[in-house]
């Protein structure tokens, strides 16, 4: 089974450029994640999606932040501009329909100069 | 809300040596929870996972992890370290429902001396 696929795996922009993240997750996982994950500490979450709507997205920065999952299927995470601070890991993950098991995804490593 | 508690940010032990990783976490409802590992450059892998039943759940790579309800703690132990255990450790707490939220802890790194 194909696991959640991102990419892309590397970036470095400079501040006030826009950047966007891809990541289809795993077939028929109708759950789909964007967590930001700042060197040194935890994943947190930014928004999370059920088919192609969203169920939660209080912690995305929505001025500069923005996400859409069409089709209920893969996903795009897009920041414009880019500030220094967002410079961090930003991990797709996908969950079943019983929500028992999360799936990561390698993340794409943002660096913002 | 739920929060979770890594008190370890950094721990060192020698390979083959025991290992436990402490978790606290504060939720008012039955948790579900659970243990990831991150490898360098890598995602986060799931080890274990706790909804209900047996207090002690086995995971992968030879892991445990024991739900203590009166200390609100689910630490994560190992018997004897490899060296390719050495990552970072995350605990998290999800929200009940299919469409269940994660909330991590900061994570506590584990060096395996050889």
């Known amino acids: 089974e194909a696991g959640v696929a991102q990419s892309p795996r590397y970036k470095i922009i400079e501040k006030r450029q826009s950047v966007a993240f891809w990541c289809n997750p795993i077939?028929?996982?109708?759950?789909l994640y964007w967590y930001q994950q700042i060197l040194g500490q935890g994943p947190k979450l930014l928004i999370q999606f059920q088919n192609n709507g969203v169920v939660d997205d209080s912690q995305l920065p929505k001025d500069r932040f923005s996400a859409e999952r069409l089709k209920g299927v893969d996903s795009t995470l897009k920041i414009q501009p880019a500030k220094l601070e967002d410079s961090a890991v930003y991990l797709c993950?996908?969950?079943?329909?019983?929500?028992?098991?999360?799936?990561f995804g390698e993340g794409s490593w943002l660096t913002v100069v | 809300a739920q929060s979770v508690t890594q008190p370890d940010i950094h721990i060192t032990v020698s390979e083959g040596a025991s290992l436990e990783l402490r978790c606290n976490y504060s939720y008012g409802a039955t948790p579900y929870l659970f243990w990831y590992v991150q490898s360098p450059g890598q995602g986060l892998q799931l080890l274990l996972k706790y909804f209900s039943g047996d207090t002690l759940v086995q995971g992968i790579k030879g892991f445990e992890a024991e739900f203590k309800r009166s200390q609100s703690s689910f630490n994560l132990r190992k018997p004897s370290v490899h060296w390719s255990d050495a990552a970072e450790y995350f605990c998290a707490v999800g929200s009940p429902g299919s469409a269940r939220q994660l909330t991590f802890g900061s994570g506590t790194q584990l060096t395996v001396l050889p």
């Open positions: 077939s028929g996982h109708a759950t």
């Open positions: 993950a996908s969950g079943d329909s019983s929500g028992n098991t999360i799936y």
